[in-house]
């Protein structure tokens, strides 16, 4: 079934400050969207705001699923409604196991699809091994002690169990290896489908390279300042930011999408 995640005009920042300046996208199941953009454009401003996170205030405009406004929804249930974000620093909780952590939102998220505990644990096998972790990460405390690599894994191996409608995975590529790397866009690739859209929230063009998407969008300064097709992540992997415009000030050579060697700042 085709669903449609709409984000209209919205203007959304934190206490007074006014970070998103009228931002419109619509992304639609069997999507994916890049979002790109300098450090500081308010790409996770956007990710938060989606997810209804306390701290950000939408100002004005509005987010909508297949038509119904979630904008004054708790975040728990726009993940009802299929909505779903990938953290660029995900939160370590002590006394919560990733396995139990999963399963209690997969029951609170998937209700209609109730599964044996037998089954449960087979799923998770079958997507820890996708995305290269040991089994041995279920019985840990979520995010506990690992790696940043390893949090980013453990962020995907909840999207493809929970299997949402839109994903928002803000930086889900940042601070990986190129193996590492490698193995988050096969678990993101092995969620891909006509079921899902993807908003693939991004500082560097090399994830794009493993996972294609269809259109590009590059936030500067809380705006999109281009959209485009593939070639528009090509240019920018070429040129950085900086011929964008407004975008110069914000770019400079640690940050470039050009860094040589795919070097990314540590998470
Ligand atoms: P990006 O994800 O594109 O790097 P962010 O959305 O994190 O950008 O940040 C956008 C702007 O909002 C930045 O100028 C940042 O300093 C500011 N900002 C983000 N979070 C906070 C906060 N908690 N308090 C004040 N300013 C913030
Ligand atoms: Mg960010």
Redesign the pocket.
Known sequence: MQHILEIIDLHAG??D?E?LKGVSLTVKSGEIHAFM?P???????LAYTLMGHP?YKLISGDIKIDGTSIKDLPPNQRALMGLFLGF?YPLEIPGVSLSNFLRISYNAVRKDEPMLVRDFRKLLEDKFEVVGMERSFATRYLNEGFSGGEKKKAEVVQLSVLRPKFAVLDETDSGLDIDALKLVADGINSVKSSEIGILLITHYQRILRYVKPQFVHV?VKGKIEVSGGPELANKLEEQGYSWIQGADDTSDEEERVTAPGDRAPAV
């Open positions: 934190i206490a400050k970070i953009g450090n500081g454009s308010g790409k996770s401003t701290k660029q936030l």
